[in-house]
């Protein structure tokens, strides 16, 4: 009766960097999927080459690590896509029995000229793209509702703490993520499978589970560690005093929530934030009390755009052909006088986008020449900016109008003509690279973020949006209608505020 196939025992560290290497010492030797049994280890269990590890399966004969090249003919190992080992990167977090063999069947089928593999009318194709959206989702869940709190200073480093539950193996893909956030504070990310350490500089991550005790008691020192019983759970004075001192950064997020869900902030289920056990959660009405100074401070994120569906109605914008001057790439240039372009410093800090000129800028060529613009000299006076060292622009660089009575009436430009212009703002982004852009009014910040956001939802916060800090305020003109001269002043108040925060941003 023939033997069969020798079988190949490949232990390896539950890591994608691990199985990486295997996969690819097990291409060169060219090993079948079917010959491969693969085993995760780790540091609390025994070696993967002690005798104990060693187990034979009923009718096959099994062997740890692949062979020596020695042993067997080497190739050389084949060159894999970027965008290929970025989704077997991601789809290695999904926890899963079978998690490696499939990535290492795919990838073998891929060297074999299966390109089809990756379609999802294929088995393992499918499967693949199904992981790799089910990490992605999560993933995004963990940034949006992970709190981090904010210990006791008398405990030590870290500074914040924060703990989450997932189900599969994120805490890599999430630490990386918010450490590019939280800046030089320390912060120690915990999970039941491991924990992640920022010192402010480097980012350290712990594994196992059990060896969270281990590091957490001084996670941020070079002295030597003792080691603990791997059945140690996460010690309580980690987690502990975080009330104590965590009003303000509770407020914080419970501000944050009610700006992405637009509603009250629900309560953050337990595998994302586990209660301290000392003192009680921030009340949520000082919290919503809190929220509009907390929010000062910090930033919104608004997401992008979805892309714009063309028809025989609304044809593809053409590029322009020459100068502002000349573009026509709506129809408001018909009845303006001329294109009113930016003005300012040229490498301005802050930039302010209106919405478009009125009629005295459609008569001199200017920005912010008119009663809008001498309100709007006040308001940066009282701000303690100067006109000189900003860049003034509009986000529709002609004047709409019509008349009524005789008279000229200013009109609100349609979202085809603010995409129109879009081109040219832009262009004026691109080229003075403002730290922080000021937008008056919905259409100037419709501009800059999508006709989707309102611009009530947002006054008195800052967004972030497109790698830039925007920070929405009133248009001048909006303070010039009102008859009531104590709403003016509130409305004029708030715009002083903002350009005071655009400025704090800026310094």
Known sequence: MPRRARMKRIPIEPTFAAWRRAARELLRQEVEPERIEWVEWDSDAASPSSPSNDSNHSGTHSADVPASPAATPALAAPVIPRELLTRLKTAACFRAADRWSLLY???????????HVLDLADRDGALLDQRVRSVGQETDDLLLLTLFRRRDPSMGLPEFVGWYEPNHDLLERAAARFAERMGDSTWMLATPHGAAFWNGMLLRISRPAADIGERAAHPFTGGQQQSQPASQALPAGVMAGEATTSEPTEALWLAYYASVFNGAPAPVPLRYWRTPPAGPPLPAHLARERSRLGAQSGTVTVPEMPPIEYSAVTPPLREPTGPLATCRRCALWRNAKQAVAGAGAAQAAIMVVGEQPGEDENQNGAPFTGPAGHLLDTVLARAGLERAALYLTYAVKHYKWETIEQQRVHRTPALREVEACQYWLEHELARVVPRVVVTLGATA????????????????????????????????????????????????????????RAAAWVA
């Open 445 to 500: 910040l419709k501009a800059l973020t999508g006709a989707h956001v309102n611009l009530s939802e947002y006054l008195g916060q800052t967004i972030c949006h497109g790698g830039r800090l925007i920070v929405p305020t009133w248009h001048p003109s909006y303070a010039l209608k009102m008859a009531d001269g104590r709403l003016r002043e509130d409305i004029v108040a708030g715009m002083v505020a903002a350009f005071g």
């Open 105 to 115: 069947r795919i990838l073998w089928r891929w060297t074999r000229g299966e390109r």
